[in-house]
T-cell receptor, first 114, second 113 residues
Framework: EPEVTQTPSHQVTQMGQEVILRCVPI?????FYWYRQILGQKVEFLVS????????KSEIFDDQFSVERPDGSNFTLKIRSTKLEDSAMYFC????????????FGSGTRLTVV | AQTVTQSQPEMSVQEAETVTLSCTYD???????LFWYKQPPSRQMILVIR??????QNATENRFSVNFQKAAKSFSLKISDSQLGDAAMYFC??????????FGSGTQLTVLP
């Protein structure tokens, strides 16, 4: 069964550093997403990406965040200057239709900011 | 904006018994999708079951079924013949015209041997 692959599985970074989280969505999917889950809390939407541009973003997704699809397969989330409160599990997801048939999630990247 | 509410932070069930997890949502849209996701300790998000709002028939997937009440905006998950491997956090989620998921706060399910 096709998978969404995320790397790294765990990243520790110092406050103020830039991090890039990487995702390889399912190859024939058209919609790509990043979600965040702070430990013990609900999963929160960050941003959606379709047709090589951001289609929706939440209030969380401020100027510190950016997304890119630099080639035909990778989808990245960059956090420019990490803060302690950015510590969370970050999930990439992809969908063929943008929702109806479900979203496939990656296994997540656990980001720890120290 | 859509909201999803899970009023049961924790539930427990005896192995082989049946348990129902509750979910309500609020939306003004008529066309949308509802999902239940399972998150085991590994924190992977696993799709359990999905329901299209335009379908009156409740979705079923093996031991998992839903009770979808559109007028009441209720979407509960029933797990029959509970197994130890069902122990996890369960999230109810909504997807509408905005094409992203809005999650509830989750229900932690414990399965007792």
């Amino acid at each position: 069964e096709p998978e969404v692959t995320q790397t790294p599985s765990h990243q520790v970074t110092q406050m103020g550093q830039e991090v890039i989280l990487r995702c390889v969505p399912i190859s024939n999917h058209l919609y790509f997403y990043w979600y965040r889950q702070i430990l013990g809390q609900k999963v929160e939407f960050l941003v959606s990406f379709y047709n090589n541009e951001i289609s929706e973003k939440s209030e969380i997704f401020d100027d510190q965040f950016s997304v890119e699809r630099p080639d035909g397969s990778n989808f990245t989330l960059k956090i420019r200057s990490t803060k302690l409160e950015d510590s969370a599990m970050y999930f990439c997801a992809s969908s063929w239709t943008g929702g109806g048939y479900g979203y496939t999630f990656g296994s997540g990247t656990r980001l720890t900011v120290v | 904006a859509q909201t999803v509410t899970q009023s049961q932070p924790e539930m427990s069930v005896q192995e082989a018994e049946t348990v129902t997890l509750s979910c309500t949502y609020d939306t003004s849209e008529s066309d949308y999708y509802l999902f239940w996701y399972k998150q085991p300790p590994s924190r992977q998000m696993i799709l359990v079951i999905r329901q299209e709002a335009y379908k009156q028939q409740n979705a079923t997937e093996n031991r998992f079924s839903v009770n979808f009440q559109k007028a009441a905006k209720s979407f509960s998950l029933k797990i029959s013949d509970s197994q130890l491997g069902d122990a996890a956090m369960y999230f109810c989620a909504y997807s509408g015209s905005a094409r992203q998921l809005t999650f509830g706060s989750g229900t932690q399910l414990t399965v007792l041997p």
